[in-house]
């Protein structure tokens, strides 16, 4: 390893999928770690062999794949009190998963050593130096998690450093110390990282901490400053209970305040997209206000934070939002100027001078419409299409001939069932389908996809994850009206749209067809610049 540089070790397979309502196909797992060896992660802990066939069978999927960067590893724990370590099943099992690279956990507290694995501190401690021992003649190189460290550290430093010892003595390549139950803050990690560093010198030191005190970046961080080089975490910080340390965060953090090469600066900017790939898979529409990949994590509010930000972006920015593959968002709300909507326009590729007659249009149209209760902040997808309608630029994809929605409910005891008919023409053909669907606006988003998929294709990669609803009370004597939010991803961008109406299904109508507009749009600007897309950039193993 070159001097400096910090190894990144991934457990999103692992430790991630032990966050509750987290779980991982083959297909997804084996879809991440691909992802991640993009990204130049080195190392990427797959599972646990000997404690499920899933865990096992992504060892031998992942092999079929021709993988650049990173090193597969299997992770277990030391053998059982009551066995040898060549006897041990646990063991065996973590071998056949065939990788170069094996972790294995023992434990550094007294207390875990007495009331977990209930035998003797001098027997824990030859537990340790024979299962390392043991993993390492099969020449593997051994990672050693040392579980519960800190805790094991502040009740008896000297057993805590002796089972390190331990494991140095098995053969182990580097010593993770792991904050298993997350309650230590980043002063006493620093504090205990470099007591550890002063007694072995020569080691590689690594770093595992998890969230339950909201300072698990925070801690592995100031492990790494007391000269940890080594550092696991999960992305977004997927783990049990509140989480493991966030390495989309880390990674930044590592590169562009601490100076540390860790994977290479041109891949800097690709973490957002692993980022996104993950929320995707858990299910759960992207955190906005994540650190360095989140999308308001560079976003800014009317007024003078926009005006500065716009003459020079260092006041209220700590980084080069591109950096990270990130941008500047400026929100646009009724207190926009003229020069806040040229910079949004701008950021579409649109350039309306300053006193662009267009500029002047959409400035007037947005004042209006946020005036009617149009909401933009969230829904900069329909602003960008706004745009490029004032400019003549908009295509139309489809038009809508007519839709039917009906709720039918036969009794108390049952649900309601919602259907939704819908006649729309794509370029010459009409379509005409119908859908089921949980509520009325479900129903009715799935018979436009039946209507439209079949045109186009790449519409199969979109969902809508998020839907709001806001009861706008009615002015001047007019009645109320509903504002529909809508957040539909593509697993690799998310983007907002906003309806407005005194009916809710046409307001839903306006946000649906923004939003699969938008998709098209970009798509088709995509392929206009021809973009290889990210997945052409693998290697088909
Ligand atoms: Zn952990």
Same mark, same amino acid.
């Given at each position: 390893? #070159? ?26 797992? %084996? ?20 404690? +499920? ?15 650049? !960067? ?19 099943? +646990? ?21 875990? @050593? ?11 401690? /030859?537990?340790?130096?024979? =299962? ?5 003649? !099969? ?38 110390? *792991?904050?298993? +139950? ?28 998890? +969230? ?9 961080? /100031? ?15 997927? $783990?049990?209970? *509140? $989480?493991?340390?966030?390495? *989309? ?12 090469? *860790? ?7 690709? @973490?957002?997209?692993?980022? #996104?790939?993950?929320?995707?898979? #858990? ?20 007024? @003078?934070? %926009? ?10 920015? !700590? ?13 646009? =709300? ?7 909507? =040229? !910079? ?82 794509? $370029? ?5 389908? /119908?859908?089921?669907?949980? $509520? ?30 806001? @009861? ?20 690799? =961008? ?48």
């Amino acid at each position: 390893m #070159a001097p400096g540089r910090i190894e990144i070790y991934d457990t999103t397979l692992r430790d991630g999928t032990q966050g509750e309502n987290f779980s991982l196909s083959l297909f997804d797992k %084996v879809r991440v770690a691909r992802k991640l060896d993009e990204l130049g992660i080195d190392y990427v802990e797959g599972g646990w062999p000997g404690s +499920n066939p899933l865990d096992m069978t992504f060892f031998r999927e992942i092999k079929k794949h021709c993988l650049t !960067h990173t090193q597969i590893v299997a992770f277990g724990a030391t053998c059982h009190p009551g066995t040898s370590p060549e006897k041990d099943e +646990n063991l065996q099992m973590l071998l056949s998963a065939d990788t170069a690279v094996l972790t294995v956990f023992g434990k550094s507290w007294t207390l875990q @050593v007495r009331d977990a694995l209930r035998t003797t501190l001098k027997k824990n401690l /030859a537990i340790i130096r024979g =299962s390392v021992a043991f993993l390492k003649a !099969h020449d593997k190189r051994i990672i050693y998690d040392a579980e519960h460290f800190f805790d094991g550290y502040k009740a008896d430093p000297r057993y805590a450093l002796s089972t390190l010892e331990a494991a140095l003595e098995g053969g182990a390549a580097t010593l993770v110390l *792991c904050d298993t +139950n997350g309650g230590t803050l980043p002063s006493e990690i620093g504090a205990i990282v470099a007591a550890v560093r002063a007694q072995f010198a020569k080691i590689a030191l690594g770093i595992h901490t998890h +969230n339950d005190t909201d300072t698990a970046v925070a801690s592995a961080l /100031a492990a790494v400053e007391q000269g940890a080089v080594h550092v696991q975490g999960t992305i977004n910080g997927v $783990g049990e209970r *509140c $989480g493991n340390a966030n390495l *989309c965060s880390i990674i930044p953090n590592l590169r562009l305040k601490l100076g540390k090469s *860790c994977i290479h600066e041109d891949q800097l900017v690709h @973490v957002q997209v692993v980022s #996104a790939l993950v929320a995707e898979l #858990a299910n759960e529409p992207p955190r906005h206000n994540q650190p360095f990949v989140g999308r308001s994590a560079f976003a800014h509010k009317g007024g @003078v934070h %926009v005006a500065a930000v716009l003459r020079n972006p260092e006041t209220y920015e !700590h980084i080069p939002p591109e950096l990270v593959g990130n941008h500047r968002r400026v929100l646009i =709300s009724d207190l926009s100027g003229r020069s806040t909507i =040229s !910079h949004k326009a701008q950021a579409f590729g649109l350039d309306l001078g300053k006193d662009d007659p267009i500029a002047r249009k959409v400035l007037a149209e947005i004042k209006a419409r946020v005036h009617e209760g149009f909401q933009y902040e969230a829904a900069e997808a329909s602003f960008e299409l706004l745009v490029h309608r004032a400019r003549g630029l908009q295509k139309s994809y489809f038009t809508l001939l007519g839709f039917h929605v009906s709720d039918t409910k036969r009794s108390d005891m049952e649900e309601p069932q919602a259907e939704a008919s819908i006649r729309v023409k794509v $370029g010459q053909q009409e379509e005409h389908t /119908a859908a089921l669907g949980h $509520g009325p606006v479900n129903a009715l988003d799935n018979a436009l996809r039946k209507a439209l998929e079949k045109h186009y294709v790449n519409l199969k990669e979109m969902r809508l994850f998020d839907y709001k609803v806001r @009861v706008l009370p009615g002015v001047d004597g007019t009645g109320a009206k509903v504002r529909v939010l809508i957040e539909s991803t593509d697993g690799v =961008s998310t983007w907002g749209t906003v309806g407005l109406s005194v009916d809710i299904l046409e307001a839903s109508w306006q946000a649906l067809t923004d939003s699969y507009t938008y998709k098209l749009h970009k798509d088709e600007l995509k392929q206009q610049q021809e973009i290889p897309p990210a997945d052409s950039m693998k290697c088909i193993g």
